[in-house]
């Protein structure tokens, strides 16, 4: 049974907020491990109102971010590749088209460009830490505010997120199906390092393993927690949908992705690497060095996740070249 948490009785700017001791014990022991379903009360907030999220759309075109306001065709396939989805021109248009389309809309990172729906994210971070009583999963690195809006009954193909985050429904209804992150025959190591590697696909749908999701009908006002790597997909209702998707990232996240990263590496060089979470020691001797490599002053979660392993490729093959240059002038084999 999920836990469910109310937002009344609750002080008022707050968006999240437990009921009682029992759900605030639940949030504690769920968050960031297992899915669980909430009340938000980010539903009536006119942040999220089409016009003024075309008007945030609008924003980040004219910021030089416009790449981050995407229109796609979207699809009815649970087990396509999730990023095979195609992009059409953009286009404040979208926005009027969507009920009689199959249309995706996506701003990523809105709260980059507009400060409002940062401070909503920063609230959402503090409620958060209040209800856990402690730093989340060892700090938040970043934190960000995405939007969904889609036509009705698109589905979002299965795929997995780096980050813990809260999906919070606006508009309209959808189930979201969510798996268990710690199953290893649903999620095996192989595929989480090659997403980690910058491979967005590797998470694949078996539909045998169907059975194994749990799903999460939400309406306005109901939100649902995705822990970090959950594998997931999702069906809207029969109208438009509007999510807000608030994207947590946290050093502990941050540092295991590393690790995986490591891992892969080395399993390339024919080693056979501790799985994370087993040895603080290993782990915090893989991670540093793609902490050292990575970029000082990430601007994205991809800076803090991807930086370091692509610098750490970058230098490989310069090495390479330059050993194959060597070995030619030579006249090596
Ligand atoms: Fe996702």
Request: glycine share 6%; net charge negative; with cysteine.
């Amino acid at each position: 049974m999920a836990a469910t948490f109310a937002s009344e009785h609750t002080d008022a700017g707050h968006q999240f907020a437990v009921f009682d001791e029992g759900d605030r014990d639940r949030f504690i022991a769920s968050f960031g491990d297992r899915a669980f379903l909430l009340h938000h009360r980010l539903a009536d907030n006119p942040l999220f109102s089409l016009p003024r999220l075309a008007v945030a759309a609008e924003r980040m075109i004219h910021a030089g971010i416009g790449n981050r306001f995407s229109v796609r065709d979207g699809g009815y396939d649970v087990a396509k590749p999730y990023s095979s989805e195609v992009e059409r021109p953009k286009s404040l248009s979208a926005f009027e088209e969507l009920r009689d389309s199959a249309l995706f809309i996506k701003l990523s990172n809105v709260s980059a460009v507009d400060r409002d729906y940062d401070d909503l994210c920063q609230e959402v971070v503090a409620d958060t830490e209040a209800l856990l009583g402690h730093t989340i999963l060892g700090g938040v690195t970043m934190v960000h505010l995405s939007m969904f809006i889609a036509s009705p009954h698109l589905v979002t193909p299965y795929h997995i997120d780096h980050d813990a985050n809260f999906l919070c429904q606006i508009s309209g209804e959808k189930d979201v199906y969510l798996f268990d992150p710690h199953d290893r025959e649903l999620l095996p190591t192989d595929e989480i390092e090659r997403f980690y590697l910058g491979e967005t696909n590797a998470a694949r749908y078996r539909e045998e393993f169907q059975p194994r999701g749990r799903c999460f009908r939400l309406v306005p006002g109901m939100g649902v927690h995705h822990p970090p790597l959950a594998p997931h997909w999702v069906r809207n209702g029969s109208d438009i949908s509007i999510s807000a998707s608030i994207h947590i990232c946290a050093r502990d996240l941050d540092r295991r992705a590393h690790v995986h990263q490591m891992n892969r590496i080395l399993r390339k060089a024919r080693l056979h690497p501790r799985p994370p979470e087993q040895s603080q020691l290993l782990d915090s001797i893989k991670a540093s060095g793609l902490e050292l490599l990575g970029k000082s002053h990430p601007t994205s979660s991809r800076d803090i996740i991807y930086s370091g392993v692509d610098r750490l490729a970058k230098g490989l093959n310069q090495v390479r070249s330059v050993a194959s240059r060597a070995r030619s002038w030579a006249h090596l084999p």
